[in-house]
């Protein structure tokens, strides 16, 4: 059960992953061992799965975020797992999502130029063989970024 002490820390820790337990602690009315302890048993139970850093898509070059929906001409086991063994190795896809409707996949991708995003449908999505249809979108602005979930 989370307390609202619990649900604080996680409302900090998703803005700023950074924080240390004597911030945190400041900030949650704790001691900074108090603070580090609860941190950690969220972490060990799972709650917090990973600390990362979040990058400047426009810093790095990556110019076109687009979102593609891909329809299979197959379900079955082995050539689903297979597509996904794909997206698992194809860098510029960084989502994946299974939907209900007319698409079975939704991906996030974010290429340098459109010339690599036509290359990621043309070349590497389209010619897997459980893929019937592709379909894109592609992100003329993001007026809300991701945000924190929740808590």
Known sequence: MLDETDRH???LVQRDATLT???LGRA???SPSQAGRRRARLETDGLIRA???RLDPSKLDLNVQAFVQVQMASHAPDRARAFLRLLETEPRVVSVWTMT???????RV???DLTALND?????????DAVARVQS???MDQPKRDGPLPV
């Open 101 to 107: 409707g007319e698409a079975d996949y939704l991906l």
């Open 21 to 23: 337990a004597d911030a």
């Open 9 to 11: 820390l996680l409302r």
């Open 120 to 128: 990621l449908i043309h070349r590497v999505l389209l010619p897997h």
């Open 28 to 30: 949650l009315n704790l």
């Open 51 to 53: 600390t990362v850093a």
């Open 110 to 112: 974010w290429c340098h």
């Open 137 to 139: 979108q592609i992100v």
